[in-house]
């Protein structure tokens, strides 16, 4: 367990360093720095969501690494829909809150183009990630619930920050 | 079964999921937010939040993962007992990995910034805040996972499917809200902030 996990907090620490590349943009507006959690949260949760199912599919035999798999397909659909279900509430939720608790500088309709496009980019990237990841483990004949559900979480942390970051770049 | 099928049963089941984790992730982020002062004073603390987080998911959920392996099998039963050995030396090696993974983030997020030559708090002051940080929503995080995962299997839920939610709910809310705490308490012991 604990190998993995000090890999882990290396790979966090990565995206650490993308969110402290552009620190002086999240500190000058707290609606961004309030959606840091929230983006980092939900990515990992669609990642994971992802992999278990997948995963288990695999065990149960129900799943071919075709693309026009039933399964495969269905759970891809499932996750940009999700993505597309979660992300405007990320983003207007955290300019409301922030509007609350302070001020905000920023349009709620930046923030929300920020949410949704890094969400939804993300959705797209972690259904690569997560079916590369769950092949790779069918490979090399690890067991996909001990591998590739870490693997998968974490990286679509890093992936939610450096879309965040490359979404603040366009966007604000 | 049809994608379209495959699709609207994959989305129904992890709605909820995300829900409850979003509320958790706001509520985190308007602590964050509010901690702005902090940020500031204290340089290199950003860069140690999503490895803080992480590890509390990490950490944690696996312990609820453990637990509910536990009780499927039987081999512990769901009461909160001080005698239960498995509990207790599940929730003493949770509580010891998340501080070394802690301990560890904040040693390795002041090596790399001063490699980079960007301007870091100094290390005694990131690895205090990091391990009161870690030892604080530890605790808490122990005692919620313990008595949510054993309350709900009592009432006929899978542990299974409440703690994925569960920790990164209460792992986002705490571990924000305790690392505020650690930043205070540490600048009333070392000064500053």
């Known amino acids: 367990m604990l190998p993995v996990l000090l890999l882990l907090t290396l790979v966090e620490l990565g995206s650490g360093l993308v969110l402290g590349s552009f620190e002086d943009t999240l500190l000058r507006y707290p609606s ?8 980092i949260g939900t990515a990992g949760n669609l990642g994971s969501v992802l992999a278990a199912r997948l995963s288990t599919a695999f065990h149960l035999g129900t799943l071919s690494f075709a693309p026009d798999d039933e399964t495969l397909a269905g759970n891809a659909l499932a996750t940009v829909a999700l993505a597309a279900t979660v992300f405007p509430v990320v983003g207007l939720g955290a300019w409301g809150l922030s509007a609350l608790t302070g001020s905000t500088d920023l349009s709620p309709w930046i923030v929300l183009a920020v949410s949704l496009s890094s969400g939804l980019s993300l959705a797209v990237l972690a259904v ?10 069918y490979r090399l004949e690890l067991d996909p619930d001990d591998v590739v559900i870490p693997v998968v979480t974490n990286t679509c942390d890093v992936l939610g920050v450096v879309l965040l970051y490359l979404a603040v770049r366009v966007f604000v | 079964m049809t994608v379209r099928e495959v ?16 509320v958790g992730g706001l509520l985190a982020g308007v602590v964050l937010g509010g901690m702005r002062a902090d940020l500031r004073a204290v340089e290199g603390l950003l860069v140690l939040v999503p490895a803080l987080l992480a590890t509390r998911g990490n950490v944690y959920g696996s312990l609820g993962a453990r637990l509910a392996t536990g009780l499927h099998q039987g081999l512990i039963e769901p009461r909160v007992r001080a005698g239960d050995r498995r509990i207790r030396a599940a929730a003493a090696a949770a509580l010891a990995n998340g501080i070394v993974a802690s301990l560890f983030a904040a040693t390795a997020a002041f090596a790399v910034l001063s490699a980079l030559g960007a301007p ?32 709900g299997y009592r009432r006929g839920y899978n542990p299974d499917t409440l703690v994925g939610p569960l920790v990164t709910t209460t792992g986002d809310v705490f571990g924000i809200l305790f690392l505020l705490i650690a930043v205070r308490t540490v600048a009333l012991v070392l000064g500053g902030v």
């Open chain 2, 120 to 151: 870091v708090a100094s290390l005694w002051r990131l690895v205090g805040i990091a391990v009161v940080a870690g030892l604080l929503s530890g605790a808490t995080l122990v005692v919620v996972v313990v008595t949510v995962v054993f309350a």
């Open chain 1, 128 to 137: 690569l990630v997560t079916v590369v990841a769950t092949y790779a483990a």
């Open chain 1, 32 to 39: 961004l720095l309030v959606l840091v959690p929230v983006t």
């Open chain 2, 7 to 22: 699709a609207v049963e994959a989305y129904r089941e992890a709605l909820p999921a995300l829900g409850a984790s979003l």
